[in-house]
């Protein structure tokens, strides 16, 4: 004797199930299942097709940055590293020269000059020391230079420190603690950002300057955010580095301790128009952290080396400023039959949704669930339907046949 879930398998393999159309006639089903249509249709065509644009193929896009600055003043300082008089452009303030999608702008600098390679006491602030034992032992990769054993007395009077074969004399000083800002000037420079983009697909190519106008509207022309039809792409550094931060006194900081700055150059373009309303949108945001105590800003070092006679030295610069990356995104977009009979394709498709909606409503819900669910799902047994067995073998006829009697009686239709 077969067991079971034999038994129930056999009697799910020799059965065949089909959708029975059922109209019910119900003010409430019938308001229910337009509104969930309407919800369906207010997705695909307002969302979709609309707002997303359905209709069109995209395409990102790719392009390439160039900068120039410009900008010449004269600091006359008292005091400090920077003494003196002298006058900084391009080539002393922007370092390196040239940066892949940056720049950087010295704004604050600690300057060593006349470096040679000797012995010289270590700076106090890397630690002191009271006698020569106390300089043993590898040297701290956090040093200026090679301990040679020895404790000297430092530049800082009563104060002593381990002896280093070096660049001498060492690095002194921290502008980083203060707000002075001896390259304050450079908030009235000019940058020069250069962008050429192109839409592979639409095989289309724009830049950020005009195609005609000549050489003079660049040299009198600052970048307004109020006409960016006019494509003049010269910003001045205090204009961006107002933007990026609103704060005076971080403004200040900034320009003290160094800082990051994102420019972000966006185009967002629609070819069923004409590609000249194809417009960039620029964007200014401060990357480095406003509440950062240890190591705030931005800061790195170089050195000019030059020989004297037959000795090497070189002046070395701890330079903070301002670092620039320039980013371009955006994509655009032009009318394609293909994306737009997907997307008719796809919400069609979404309607189908509403029917098991509406079934799930009107089975599980509604009141009247049982009645619904009798006239959803019937029976239909032929003459050759597969019949179980009981456990002596034989049919059981009688629970057989009300089970029979029970899925084809026709019960009079009623709301």
Known sequence: MAPKFARSVLVTFFEYGTAKVLHIRSKKVGIMSRFVQLLVIAYVVGWVLVYKKGYQDFDNVEGAITSKLK????????NGTLNGSRVWDVADYVKPAEENNAFFIMTNAIVTPSQVQSTCPENPSAGNCTRDEDCAGPS?????????????????PGVKTCELYAWCPVEYGDPAGGKSTPLIEVQNFTVYIRNNVIFRKFNQRRRNIRDSGGEGYLSSCHYDPAHPEDLCPIFSIGYILNTSESDPEQRE??????????????WDCNFDRDPSQCLPQYQFLRLDSRDAQDYPGYNFRYAEYYREGSTDRRTLYKAYGLRFVIVVSGTAGKFNAVPLAMNIGSGLGLLGVVTVICDFIVLNVLQKRSFYRDKKFEDVHADDAYKPLDESGEHDGASYGAAVNSALRVAPFRQ
Do not use: H, W
Not at 253 to 266: C, D, F, K, S
């Open 71 to 78: 900008g010449v003043y004269l600091t006359n300082l008292a």
């Open 140 to 156: 701290p990769v956090t040093g200026s230079g090679i301990r040679t054993g020895n404790c000297i007395n430092s530049t800082k």
């Open 253 to 266: 900081l900034m320009l003290a301790q160094g800082g990051m700055i994102e420019i972000t150059v966006t």
